[in-house]
Nanobody
Framework: QVQLVESGGGLVQTGGSLRLSCAAS????????MGWFRQAPGKEREFVAV????????YYTGSVKGRFTISRDNAKNTVYLQMNSLKPEDTAVYYC?????????????????WGQGTLVTVSS
């Protein structure tokens, strides 16, 4: 069992930056690939980024590539999402999720544990 708690969301202007954090409970954090997803108002949840167990490999959806960076600190049981050059279309509730497999996947079916989400609002 893994419990995930996101933080760091808020209101930011276009072009600004935010860093989201996701703290995980338990002593097996390093055995999970960690992903970030988001859900904008009226839209389906979509994949944003994933990082493998060791942190050596990452994968991003095209719309955030070059602007967002996913990282993890296994000693702190925490995964981060650094978001730069934010756009109004990045406005969404952001969720972190844990997958027991070490694959880099954007498919939500692989993710067994989910956080409650943190709201990011980018004003124009």
């Amino acid at each position: 069992q893994v419990q995930l708690v996101e933080s760091g969301g808020g209101l930011v202007q276009t072009g600004g930056s935010l860093r989201l954090s996701c703290a995980a409970s338990g002593r097996t954090f390093s055995s999970y690939s960690m992903g970030w997803f988001r859900q904008a108002p009226g839209k389906e949840r979509e994949f944003v980024a994933v990082i493998n167990r060791s942190g050596g490999n990452t994968y991003y959806t095209g719309s955030v590539k070059g602007r967002f960076t996913i990282s993890r600190d296994n000693a702190k049981n925490t995964v981060y999402l650094q978001m730069n050059s934010l756009k109004p279309e990045d406005t969404a509730v952001y969720y972190c999720a844990a997958a027991e497999s070490d694959v880099l996947t954007g498919s939500s079916v692989w993710y067994k544990y989910w956080g409650q989400g943190t709201l990011v609002t980018v004003s124009s």
